[in-house]
């Protein structure tokens, strides 16, 4: 395996990084004051909740030497989780519109570690540079509560619609990028989403980003065990993912392979151009499960809930065995870091000391629910938009 360089900020880096996304409030703003359906502020992407509960990752019993020991990845371990799919460009719309996905998943270790998986259903990222998807954001909140960025008509897809809709998220970042690159990433944007414009489930494959792990650097992949993803239909109706995992889930439980992707080197696996997609030699480290549920039920809609509510951050991470290395080990998920810190601040999201115990004991306490229950009613009452059932 070639070798890396990993990123260790100094202060004056954390400082710089810190203001290049300190954004993050203003943009909240902006789409709170741009969509109708937004009453408080809320996420700057990954806004609407899809599917959102328990989730349990089986950590296989043999794994690659610079895994074995460090953070969640104790072979044969089973750790609880919270779990949420959602869609990805922040302002709430249409199911039917493409979009990415995202698939987050919140962890704690035997040691009382926060490990969080975060991941998009495209290998690449939208942006080369943290800035770059500043302005991707910014450009989404500009646009919110008008047309929606690459949206159509309720229920159905219209290519011709397709095309034109994305005018103001492109004439956006060409005044913040310039006519390359904001066209460009536009265009890269455009074709991350079409991904899910195909798509009749949100049971798919997700990536992470680049995460380091005992001295070495790669991605995670979450692999539906069952690849049974066909195109949808012209008019799939405006829940139609959310019903569509709904009705799995019912059946039974959803699995996912865990794989972890190694770097290989520069021109393979980039580190620099985040939004080409890396060549895959994928290992298998564990089990992602989801387990089989009745939607109808309370505690299936506190886990709900509770997904919604909480917050998550791909700074939560072990990436030694002694959990010595405190920041992500590229710009890019630092910039990351702060961003969605600011964003949860911003958003009041559940304290974590209010749901901690969760990861060992697995259930919801009584207070808990009550305080999920009174965020719930306070959302639902001022007309907030709430996709949690």
Same mark, same amino acid.
């Given at each position: 395996?070639?070798?890396?360089s990993?990123?260790?900020?100094?202060?004056?880096?954390?400082?710089?990084?810190?203001?290049?996304?300190?954004?993050?409030?203003?943009?909240?703003?902006?789409?709170?004051?741009?969509?109708?359906?937004?009453?408080?502020?809320d996420?700057v992407?990954?806004?609407?909740q899809?599917?959102?509960? #328990?989730?349990?990752?089986?950590?296989?019993?043999s794994?690659?030497?610079h895994?074995?020991?460090?953070?969640?990845?104790?072979?044969n371990?089973?750790?609880?989780?919270? !779990?949420?799919?959602?869609?990805?460009?922040?302002?709430?719309?249409?199911?039917?519109?493409?979009d990415?996905?995202?698939?987050?998943v919140?962890?704690?270790?035997?040691?009382?570690?926060?490990?969080?998986?975060?991941?998009?259903?495209?290998?690449?990222?939208?942006?080369?540079t943290?800035?770059?998807?500043?302005?991707?954001?910014?450009?989404?909140?500009?646009?919110?509560?008008a047309?929606?960025?690459?949206?159509?008509?309720?229920?159905?897809?219209?290519?011709?619609?397709?095309?034109?809709?994305?005018?103001?998220?492109?004439?956006?970042?060409?005044?913040?990028?310039?006519?390359?690159?904001?066209?460009?990433?536009?265009?890269?944007?455009?074709?991350?989403?079409? #991904?899910?414009?195909?798509?009749?489930t949100?049971?798919?494959?997700?990536?992470?980003?680049?995460?380091?792990?005992?001295?070495?650097i790669?991605?995670v992949a979450?692999?539906p065990?069952?690849?049974?993803?066909?195109?949808?239909?012209l008019?799939?109706?405006?829940r139609?993912?959310t019903d569509?995992?709904?009705?799995?889930?019912?059946?039974?439980p959803?699995?996912?392979d865990?794989?972890?992707?190694?770097?290989?080197?520069?021109a393979?696996?980039?580190?620099?151009?985040?939004?080409?997609?890396w060549?895959?030699n994928?290992?298998?480290?564990?089990?992602?499960?989801?387990?089989?549920?009745?939607?109808?039920?309370?505690?299936?809609?506190?886990?709900?809930?509770?997904?919604?509510?909480?917050?998550?951050?791909?700074?939560?991470?072990?990436?030694?065995?002694?959990?010595?290395?405190s920041?992500? !080990?590229?710009?890019?998920?630092?910039?990351?870091k702060?961003?969605?810190?600011?964003?949860?601040?911003?958003?009041? !999201?559940?304290p974590?000391e209010l749901?901690?115990?969760?990861?060992?004991?697995?259930?919801?306490?009584e207070?808990?629910? !009550?305080?999920?229950?009174?965020?719930?009613h306070?959302?639902?009452t001022g007309?907030?938009?709430?996709?949690?059932p």
């Open positions: 395996m070639s070798n890396w990993p990123f260790r900020p100094t202060q004056r880096d954390l400082d710089r990084i810190a203001d290049d996304v300190a954004a993050i409030p203003a943009i909240q703003e902006t789409l709170l004051a741009n969509h109708p359906d937004l009453t408080s502020r996420r992407a990954h806004q609407y899809i599917a959102g509960g #328990r989730a349990v990752l089986n950590v296989a019993d794994l690659p030497d895994l074995t020991g460090v953070g969640l990845f104790e072979p371990s089973t750790h609880i989780g919270i !779990a949420r799919v959602s869609t990805g460009l922040g302002c709430p719309h249409l199911e039917t519109d493409p990415f996905l995202g698939l987050s919140a962890f704690q270790t035997s040691h009382g570690a926060r490990v969080d998986f975060l991941a998009i259903n495209h290998p690449a990222a939208p942006t080369d943290h800035k770059d998807f500043v302005s991707l954001l910014k450009a989404t909140a500009e646009g919110a509560g047309e929606p960025p690459f949206g159509s008509g309720v229920g159905e897809l219209d290519l011709l619609d397709l095309l034109a809709s994305n005018t103001a998220l492109t004439r956006s970042l060409i005044a913040t990028l310039g006519i390359k690159r904001g066209g460009g990433t536009a265009l890269h944007v455009l074709g991350q989403t079409l #991904r899910t414009a195909k798509s009749s949100a049971y798919q494959t997700y990536w992470t980003g680049a995460v380091e792990v005992g001295g070495q790669g991605k979450l692999v065990v069952d690849d049974d993803n066909p195109l949808r239909a008019k799939p109706g405006e139609h993912l569509e995992w709904r009705a799995r889930q019912s059946a039974g959803l699995n996912f865990v794989q972890w992707l190694p770097f290989i080197d520069e393979s696996t980039p580190l620099g151009e985040l939004t080409e997609a060549q895959e994928p290992q298998r480290i564990g089990r992602l499960n989801f387990p089989q549920i009745d939607w109808q039920s309370q505690e299936a809609q506190l886990w709900a809930a509770l997904a919604a509510e909480i917050g998550a951050n791909p700074g939560n991470w072990v990436r030694d065995k002694a959990d010595s290395i920041e992500p !080990a590229t710009e890019f998920t630092c910039a990351r702060f961003a969605y810190r600011l964003s949860q601040t911003g958003r009041d !999201a559940l974590e749901y901690a115990d969760i990861f060992q004991s697995g259930l919801i306490t207070s808990l629910a !009550a305080e999920l229950e009174r965020r719930r306070i959302k639902k007309g907030h938009i709430d996709s949690a």
